[in-house]
């Protein structure tokens, strides 16, 4: 009998590794071993971070290993964190023209206003696809650019001067969009928006001021989320699980390029998901010829991120996606890689040949919205498909056993 | 032959106490299940949350009961836990089959080999005396079985050897031996596991080594669990695949431990004696802690019980069916992996990395208008992903979709899927024909000719 007894220590091993692999999703926090093992390694691949071409010498040895720390820390530095501040910096900016334009409403200040606006709304394009952290919790998304924005309510917020911009109903309300709204469409034509802005009884400055402090707050609460001790838990989520930081930046990614890209400044107005064309459902609607710049620049984004370029540095990239697929197909003769790019490049191209108003290319010939939107409907599923089938990474969180 | 059949059935006999280890360690397992099943939240995400449920063909019948599915569960929960103390045995049994299947029938999202797995061992076990020993049942009839006909325990050591050398030979093809897929794909991906991870699962040799150890482990197995020469080994060989598969794939749940423990059955009855002995041990110093006292002079029944003459026929067709069932994809054209025509209940266990994106479009056919639908509006996210890559939920979200729409008053209606998947690491091709009107094609047991083939070839069982 006591050969069974042997397998006592065997059945304890067992219900440890079943215990650890219940708790594994819960704790972020448990890798500070790793931490001291990979500084090592990070000192190597710095190095070989600025000649980073296409394949990464280093990682053409299949036993040396991607190093997931270094793409995070990557991903942070260089591109998370930069893309934040510059869009901070130029709400400095469109702050100080609102500021400006407020006291005093003339065309010269409006053109400058505008001008600051369109700015932002450019960097925010580098900062929407990043929903992570408490930018998810506090749905700093939709605070900043949710459309079609709500007229109603902003009218009646402006009338009645009883608003909490902190309620999810004024999400609609508030952001670049319903700034959009304020800045050319109140009026018929320019006169007349300066005319509204001029009366202070209006309390059209009132607002836009309120709605221009609150993209100012939230994105410093943001900026100031990413502390040091932050950071280090971030890019120390190295592992392979639905809350590990890399899973939910791939995650964040994917979803941004199907919904916040692909379906909402293309599919939606184009009229994939209804029984019509919806050209009012456009980004920056009443602003009419930025649709296209911001789409441009929303490609342009995804690119630098599946790549790695820094965000204040176009030249520079470090360890990406792109890195992350080569590696794990080093032995394939076609990369998904390139099919990945070469798809983007033909996204670009499609949209490049839009008009600047989209709602115009709707009216007038909303063909070619369609066919812009199946490119990008190609490379979803690349992305969502054979992407995440090489990473190996669960697309959003589905919670169920699986064999 | 038939004499020896014969005698095989009536005279055959061996002791009670294997057919009762397996109750207690299976009743218990169970119990253990459903409680994480339920502390995990699934009853609520997987049954009652989903608007729609994707039904296995013929059950569209089986419903949720919204909130009092919960119900079906504390019945799961109760009938495993008499099963386990051999409480009205038999009553038990039949109602935790009978709820246990329910549940699974509700919706195919949530098949798992293990979950059919249980069924069917619930399903044998209904007509199995496995509460006739080291059982309240004893207690209160004051009397035990010491023998049972050997057949009941062949039963159940025959099905366990099906199911492991059914998922042996599944594994028997080109992607898994030569391609070392899917778990070349899986294996990568471990790399945040201590020591291992960064280092040896990165190699392609170890994921070939895995796979062939795997498929050899599965394939004899059985063989070596039979011949008692080799059993002890074989059981090590038990804990340790089981162990590592749930090292690599916590996913996989509670099926380690239902294997391991039911491999237990192959073993000596003086085995499972000693073990009950163990078990009975800490219940009376349990018991004696609580002051309780319960006297033991139970009337032993030496003479083996008595089994309806039917009962072995019913549990012979049973395994017939088993033995044939899991090849009734040869009926079908195409690739298995790919079609999935004939692959559920078939022991086809961690075989396939599968992924698919799926929209619909929603048709005018005179208008020619037409609409993509968002997903997310009617389904899981699970649901999303399993019905993304298999046909038949495919085809049963098109007319589901199809009603709903027609409801809403959208009249002609068409809908045709945009479905590309991707299969063990090739690249995605389109999957279903986007030109065939879904709502034109029923399901039935026929062959599916709208799904596009699989641009390759997969060699193999």
Redesign the interface.
């Known amino acids: 009998?006591k050969?069974?007894i042997t397998?006592l220590p065997?059945?304890i091993?067992?219900i440890s590794?079943?215990c650890s692999?219940?708790i594994?999703d819960t704790d972020n926090l448990v890798i500070d071993e790793t931490i001291t093992t990979e500084i090592v390694s990070d000192n190597n691949s710095t190095d070989n971070n600025d000649n980073n071409n296409s394949n990464s010498s280093s990682l053409d040895n299949?036993?040396s290993?991607?190093d997931?720390k270094e793409m995070l820390t990557n991903w942070v530095d260089n591109i998370i964190i930069p893309s934040i501040s510059i869009f901070d910096n130029s709400l400095e900016i469109f702050k100080e023209s609102a500021t400006t334009f407020v006291n005093a409403p003339t065309t010269e200040t409006l053109s400058n206003l505008k001008e600051a606006w369109l700015s932002s709304f450019l960097k925010w394009q580098h900062v929407e696809m990043f929903d992570i952290g408490l930018s998810e919790e506090i749905y700093y998304k939709n605070r900043i650019n949710l459309y079609p924005t709500n007229v109603e309510r902003i009218e009646n917020n402006i009338s009645t001067l009883n608003y909490d911009l902190d309620e999810p109903v004024n999400f609609s309300a508030q952001g670049l969009n319903s700034i959009d709204y304020l800045l050319f469409g109140i009026g018929e034509n320019e006169n007349e928006i300066i005319s509204k802005f001029s009366n202070e009884n209006l309390n059209y400055g009132k607002y836009l001021t309120d709605l221009v402090d609150k993209m100012v707050s939230l994105t410093y609460e943001i900026k100031s989320s990413w502390s040091d001790e932050y950071k280090l838990s971030f890019v120390s989520s190295?592992?392979?699980?639905a809350s590990?930081s890399i899973n939910k930046v791939v995650n964040d990614f994917i979803y941004y390029f199907e919904k916040g890209y692909r379906a909402n400044k293309i599919?939606i107005p184009a009229?994939?998901?209804?029984?019509?064309p919806l050209p009012d459902r456009v980004e920056a609607y009443y602003g009419k010829n930025y649709s296209k710049i911001l789409a441009l620049e929303a490609t342009d984004a995804v690119n630098y991120f599946f790549n790695g370029n820094y965000s204040n540095d176009k030249e520079s990239k470090g360890l990406s996606i792109k890195d992350y697929l080569d590696y794990?197909e080093a032995?394939k003769e076609?990369k998904?890689s390139e099919?990945i790019n070469s798809q983007l490049e033909k996204i670009k191209t499609k949209v490049s040949e839009l008009n600047t108003n989209f709602s115009e290319q709707v009216n007038q010939e909303n063909l070619k919205m369609l066919t812009a939107y199946d490119v990008i409907?190609a490379n979803?599923?690349?992305l969502?498909?054979?992407m995440?089938?090489?990473?190996?990474?669960?697309?959003?969180?589905?919670?169920?056993?699986?064999? | 032959m038939r004499k020896t059949v014969v005698d095989y059935i009536n005279n055959k006999k061996t002791h009670s106490s294997t057919l009762a280890f397996f109750r207690v360690t299976f009743g218990a397992l169970m119990f253990l299940s459903v409680i994480r099943f339920w502390s995990k939240g699934w009853i609520n995400t997987l049954y009652i949350e989903p608007k729609f449920h994707f039904k296995y063909f013929g059950f569209s019948w089986v419903q949720d009961f919204g909130i009092y599915t919960y119900s079906i569960f504390i019945i799961c929960l109760i009938s495993s836990l008499f099963v386990t103390i051999g409480y009205k045995y038999r009553i038990s049994i039949i109602c935790f089959f009978l709820a246990f299947t329910y549940v699974e029938l509700i919706d195919k999202t949530t098949y798992l080999n293990h979950y059919y797995l249980t069924s069917c061992l619930s399903f044998i076990m209904c007509f199995l005396p496995a509460g006739n020993y080291f059982s309240i049942d004893n207690l209160i009839s004051g009397q035990k079985h010491e023998y049972i006909p050997v057949w009941t325990v062949d039963t159940i050591k025959f099905f366990i050897c099906i199911v492991y050398f059914y998922a042996g030979i599944a594994k028997i093809n080109s992607d898994w031996l030569i391609e070392a897929q899917p778990l070349s794909i899986w294996l990568k991906s471990k790399y945040d596991l201590p020591i291992i991870g960064e280092t040896l699962l990165q190699q392609k040799s170890i994921h070939y080594l895995a796979s062939w150890f795997g498929m050899l482990y599965d394939v004899f197995i059985p063989f070596f669990l039979i011949y008692s020469r080799t059993r002890y080994v074989a059981f090590f060989f038990v804990i340790v695949f089981h162990a590592l598969t749930k090292v690599f794939f916590p996913a996989i749940g509670m099926f380690p431990y239902i294997m391991i423990f039911s491999a237990v059955i192959f073993f000596d009855s003086k085995l499972h004696i000693f073990l009950l002995e163990k078990i009975k041990m800490v219940l009376n110093n349990t018991l004696t802690f609580f002051k309780i006292k319960i006297s033991n002079t139970l009337k032993t029944v030496n003479k083996p019980i008595i089994i309806k003459k039917i009962i072995p026929f019913i549990l012979m067709t049973f395994l017939f069916i088993q033995v044939l069932f899991p090849f009734r994809y040869f009926l079908y054209p195409g690739e298995l992996f790919w079609n999935e025509q004939g692959y559920r209940f078939s022991w086809r266990v961690m075989l396939i990395e599968k992924r698919g994106e799926t929209t619909f479009k929603v048709k005018d056919s005179i208008t020619n208008n037409f609409f993509y639908v968002k997903n997310d509006d009617f389904l899981t996210p699970f649901q999303i992903k399993q019905m993304s890559f298999q046909p038949d939920f495919i085809l049963e979200y098109a007319h589901y979709l199809g009603e709903h729409f027609k409801k809403q008053g959208h009249k002609n209606i068409q809908i045709f899927a945009d479905s590309f998947v991707a299969l063990n690491g090739r690249p995605s091709q389109r999957f279903i024909d986007p030109n065939v009107n879904l709502l034109s094609k029923k399901e039935s047991f026929y062959n599916k000719n709208w799904i596009l083939p699989l641009n390759d070839v997969i060699k193999g069982l």
């Open positions: 009998m050969k069974y397998f065997l059945t091993v067992l590794i079943q692999s219940e594994e299949e036993t290993s991607f997931h190295t592992d392979n699980t590990s599919g009229g994939v998901f209804s029984d019509k794990l032995d076609e998904l099919k409907q979803v599923v690349f969502k498909v054979d995440l089938q090489v990473l190996n990474i669960s697309v959003d969180y589905v919670d169920a056993d699986g064999d």
